[in-house]
């Protein structure tokens, strides 16, 4: 007589595994400011006050001249827009697109890369697009936006799965449409919306893909 096949285990998951990444608080606290920022603002030309969004755009969004000749209203205005620009948007429709893009992306490109280097690949590719929209439009200003730093952080993702496919000897189809359609979107984007600074949108894929491939490299295999 022989003894029947034992059943074979049964792995455990456990529920914070299959759960979905959340968003680093970082992330949280930035978004949550966006939209605290624009609910004032809205708010102020609301109660017949549009001057307040005129004065914040003074103070806090990226203008090349000031950047070129290192001056501005207050001492160090020309590097501190660098960081404050990404905070301001033009509505709650500019608002929204970028915070949901922003959250939908930011959640995938944390759980690759982590929190920390997730930062430093937003507070990068928002210097890069500044610094390419100064570049390409010398004498152009308010620029304002997330939008430089939500296509980095897309580029980074883009750099990052693209290394991980190719060292796992996986298809890249799939990577080279998604590419394909964040090209279309964007000069779609111009194309209807001519205030948009595409630029900046160019500085901040590049900077982001360039970080994330060279994250994706660093890492073990």
Do not use: K
Not at 166 to 173: G, N, S, V, Y
């Amino acid at each position: 007589m022989t003894d029947a096949p034992r059943p074979a285990a049964v792995p455990r998951v456990s529920a914070r595994a299959l759960a979905p990444a959340r968003l680093p608080v970082w992330l949280r606290v930035l978004i949550g400011a966006c939209c605290l920022i624009e609910v004032l603002l809205f708010v102020a030309g609301l109660f017949g006050y549009p001057a307040v969004r005129q004065a914040t755009f003074m103070l806090v969004a990226f203008w090349s001249l000031l950047f070129w000749d290192g001056a501005g209203i207050y001492p160090g205005q020309w590097l501190v827009m660098f960081l404050t620009y990404g905070l301001l948007h033009a509505g709650p429709l500019h608002l929204g697109m970028n915070m949901i893009s922003l959250a939908a992306v930011g959640r995938e490109l944390s759980g690759m890369v982590g929190s920390g280097r997730m930062a430093l690949i937003y507070l990068a590719s928002q210097i890069g697009g500044a610094l390419t929209f100064a570049l390409m439009q010398p004498d152009a200003g308010p620029m304002i936006g997330a939008s430089g730093a939500v296509f980095g952080v897309a580029g980074a993702l883009v750099g990052h799965a693209a290394v991980t496919l190719r060292r796992r000897q996986r298809p890249t189809a799939p990577l080279v449409r998604a590419v394909g359609l964040l090209l279309a979107l964007n000069i779609g984007l111009t194309l209807l919306m001519p205030s948009i600074a595409w630029e900046a949108h160019l500085g901040g894929a590049l900077s982001g893909l360039l970080l994330g491939v060279a994250f994706a490299l660093s890492t073990p295999r």
